[in-house]
């Protein structure tokens, strides 16, 4: 089945204490980026990746790493996380735009954060 | 900058009544328009997905149109039922840059039997 897993599904942790959220995808998309979704602010993207080892910043950056060194996982790292980060967070993929490509974007069930 | 809207905000209908949803966005710029699900603390489920060199979708009971040049998109869903309550997202992939999906705040959908 094509998808976009991450993990874990629910994270509470403590200010500081460094953590990673996986993603994977299944469907050998070359684009893959991380969301962030806030009530009143809606989805904005934290950072994104074209290709394995190209990756960039989106909106919102400060405070994550992300690393893609393989096609299929772009795991999202908080080095030392701070209550502002409390969110539900996305991972998403999908082909690049190309002339005829299906480039519809697939997100995965999302990961629940909090920073106490 | 592309700004997408969804407005109303929320919407309560009785049940079986056929609903539009309306987006605006203001660039008119993009590759496609994609509407999505988000059921309470759920991950985002695409419903449809309109190219810029399409005009409409059509999947089941829901058909979304695109006016590209006007930035609408309007999603239609026939014979409401309780299990289309949900918040509905529309959002829009800008050509060039990131890629990102700009998303819009979403609609919550209220069907009551």
């Known amino acids: 089945e094509a998808q976009v897993t991450q993990n874990p599904r629910y994270l509470i942790t403590v200010t500081g204490k460094k953590l990673t959220v996986t993603c994977s995808q299944n469907m050998n998309h070359e684009y893959m980026s991380w969301y962030r979704q806030d009530p009143g602010l809606g989805l904005r993207q934290i950072y994104y990746?074209?290709?394995?080892?190209?990756?960039d910043k989106g909106d919102v950056p400060e405070g994550y790493k992300v690393s893609r060194k393989e096609k299929r996982n772009f795991p999202l790292i908080l080095e030392s996380p701070s209550p502002n980060q409390t969110s539900l967070y996305f991972c998403?993929?999908?082909?690049?735009?190309?002339?005829?490509?299906?480039?519809?974007?697939?997100f995965g069930p999302g990961t629940r954060l909090t920073v106490l | 900058k592309q700004e997408v809207t969804q407005i109303p905000a929320a919407l309560s209908v009785p049940e079986g009544e056929n609903l539009v949803l309306n987006c605006s966005f203001t660039d008119s710029a993009i590759y496609n328009l994609q509407w999505f699900r988000q059921d309470p603390g759920k991950g985002l489920t695409s419903l449809l997905l309109?190219?810029?060199?399409?005009r409409e979708q059509t999947s089941g009971r829901l058909n979304a149109s695109l006016d590209k040049s006007s930035g609408r998109s309007t999603l239609y869903i026939a014979a409401s039922q309780p299990g289309d309550s949900a918040t509905y997202l529309c959002?829009?992939?800008?050509?060039?840059?990131?890629?990102?999906?700009?998303f819009g705040k979403g609609m919550k959908l209220t069907v009551n039997p």
């Open positions: 959002a829009v992939r800008p050509r060039g840059g990131s890629e990102k999906l700009v």
């Open positions: 990746s074209m290709n394995v080892e190209v990756t």
């Open positions: 309109i190219q810029s060199s399409q």
């Open positions: 998403a993929s999908s082909f690049i735009h190309s002339g005829g490509v299906n480039n519809e974007q697939f």
